[in-house]
């Protein structure tokens, strides 16, 4: 189970374009029951109905916030969230241990889905560099912590699905950031999530891989299986 601990985040929440400053991340795993004493951060998605909100994590595990809890989390009805929370109790569900819980803060995170590249949006996606720092599945997302260079623009970034695929076996993704000619002054980071669902086409599995540009100038690749959870 893998949790995020004792992070600085700061989340432009708006649209599809971001700003996003300092993400730390280090991983922990969850004590068996009560840890009012200790806080974890976590990614996942906000379900459910008024008063009765949950957050399914990235692993599987489903967080049940506790009544006092219910009035913060249904703001994020639907969103991709980071999440800082204290364990109350276990919940034991079919032999699955699930987590009752208060929760002290939540961010909505960036998500987006993968869009076609096309010689009609191919301007407006970009092709500025753009590092990415680390990338990692979550059940249906591929997330990305990344850096670029800013002065005062907001910039866009999205994963786009290249028109031509070479290889039947591997889908072809390519992670695009458009600037829009704002100088590179100052060095920031972001983080986003991409559904990956789409890439599936009714199988159980995808062979994805991501091409980038860094600010050296290289090509970079990142290769991976997609298999979100069941």
Not at 5 to 22: A, D, E, P, Q, R
Not at 98 to 110: R, W
Not at 128 to 157: C, E, M, R, T, Y
């Amino acid at each position: 189970l893998k949790h995020y601990k004792k992070m600085k985040t700061s989340f432009l929440k708006t649209g599809l374009l971001i700003m996003i400053v300092g993400l730390l991340m280090t991983t922990s795993c969850l004590k068996d029951s009560n840890s009012l004493n200790q806080y974890w951060l976590s990614y996942g998605v906000v379900t459910g109905t008024t008063g009765n909100y949950n957050i399914h994590l990235d692993d599987g595990t489903i967080l049940y916030p506790d009544a006092g809890s219910q009035g913060l989390v249904s703001s994020y009805a639907t969103n991709r969230v980071l999440v800082n929370y204290m364990i109350s109790s276990n919940k034991v569900e079919n032999g699955v241990t699930n987590y009752n819980v208060k929760v002290n803060s939540i961010d909505k995170l960036l998500l987006k889905s993968v869009v076609l590249l096309t010689k009609q949006n191919a301007d407006s996606l970009g092709n500025d560099p753009v590092n990415a720092n680390n990338l990692w599945f979550g059940n249906n997302f591929l997330n990305i912590n990344f850096s670029f260079l800013q002065s005062q623009k907001i910039h866009l970034i999205n994963l786009a699905k290249d028109s031509i695929q070479s290889d039947p076996k591997v889908v072809s993704l390519l992670l695009k950031h458009n600037a829009f000619g704002d100088p590179s002054l100052y060095a920031r980071s972001g983080f986003v999530s991409f559904d990956l669902t789409s890439l599936l086409n009714g199988k159980d599995s995808v062979n994805i891989v991501v091409n980038y540009k860094d600010y050296d100038g290289n090509s970079r690749d990142f290769k991976g299986t997609f298999k979100p959870l069941q």
